[in-house]
């Protein structure tokens, strides 16, 4: 049986544009070590750097770990990562109460937009297996 490819490299490096702050790596399902990134601007660059090369093997790993299906892990991300605090990531989803709460709250104050971060990818892996 062939892996369904639930994420891209190419998304992979874009997000590793901004992956002094973890962004690649919480896409990929490493959120402690997005964090960690998040904290120490990519461990003062160095493992931001690392990263370049890290990515092919995190998109492999990611694919394997994640249900693929309906609602794709790239447009999710990036409806996460640059319009989170609107909740259209959740819309997405078909989570329209708090796409509409996270729309006039601002992510929750942040702090769903944080939750968001460390579980996306399983909320969208939980929406694809229910649909299989």
């Known amino acids: 049986m062939q892996r369904q490819d639930t994420h891209s490299k190419l998304?992979?490096?874009l997000l590793w544009i901004f992956g002094f702050l973890g962004a690649h790596r919480?896409?990929?399902?490493?959120?402690?070590?997005g964090t960690i990134w998040f904290f120490t601007f990519g461990l003062l660059f160095i493992g931001w750097i690392v990263d370049l090369f890290?990515?092919?093997a995190m998109d492999r790993e990611a694919d394997l770990r994640f249900t693929a299906g309906d609602t794709d892990y790239n447009v999710a991300w990036?409806?996460?990562?640059?319009l989170g605090i609107f909740g259209v990531?959740?819309?997405y989803q078909?989570?329209?109460i708090t796409g509409i709460i996270y729309l006039f709250t601002g992510g929750l104050f942040l702090l769903g937009v944080l939750y968001?971060?460390?579980t996306l990818n399983s909320q969208v892996s939980i929406k694809n297996a229910e649909r299989s």
Not at 26 to 33: A, D, R, S
Not at 78 to 82: A, K, Q, R, S, V
């Open 11 to 13: 998304i992979g490096y």
């Open 89 to 91: 990531h959740r819309m």
């Open 116 to 118: 968001d971060f460390w």
């Open 26 to 33: 919480f896409y990929y399902g490493k959120p402690v070590t």
């Open 94 to 96: 078909g989570k329209w």
């Open 54 to 56: 890290l990515i092919p």
């Open 78 to 82: 990036i409806l996460l990562t640059f």
